[in-house]
């Protein structure tokens, strides 16, 4: 399934690319406001943000600043069609740029194309010698399968989506269990310790006191 977060003010646009992403097999969600849709991207994974430069509050080109860093992929949708924003949009990070008004196939295979060109880049993930396919989830060490379990899967994409990043025990409880937190600190600790070693990863995860556990990537 794929997941695309529709940030735009004017419900009739809004409307209209619901009705047409979502006619073409694409699940949609739409929201109003730039803070809305940063609350949204923490609660939620998103394949695609099409995000509308004109917002009331936060607008677009500030909420590209903050979804930049999370690395989901983001097309900005505006009436605006001065080359400045363009240029303004494409420098934040935004993969691509429509103007308004435009025709729903330009949009469909805009929206295919930057979909497919993250999937192949999205497709597997290198950490020293260890590589996760994230299509098969098949995990490999110098080129040898490394069996997972489903939780030890989890807690490793979720080391890697948030690199160089001290993450709470708690935090990590609620994303890999997805239930919330009473303080069951070891089941984290034993997972952690199981993954450190069937990946040689004693030195890359390491513990951060009073808080949790990071992923140290430095390449
Ligand atoms: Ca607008």
Redesign the pocket.
Known sequence: MIRILIV???KPIADLLDMSLTAAGYTCDCLMSGTAAADAVGEKRYDLILL????PGIDGFELMEYLAPLGIPVIFI??RSAVKDKIRGLKLGADDYIVKPFEIAELLARVETVLRRCRRTDGTITVGDVTVDTQSRVVTKAGEVVPLTAKEYALLLLFLQNRNIALFRETIYERVWENDYMGDSRTVDLHVQRLRKKLGWQERITAVYKVGYRLEVRE
């Open positions: 735009e003010d004017e509308d430069v004109m917002l505006t009436a």
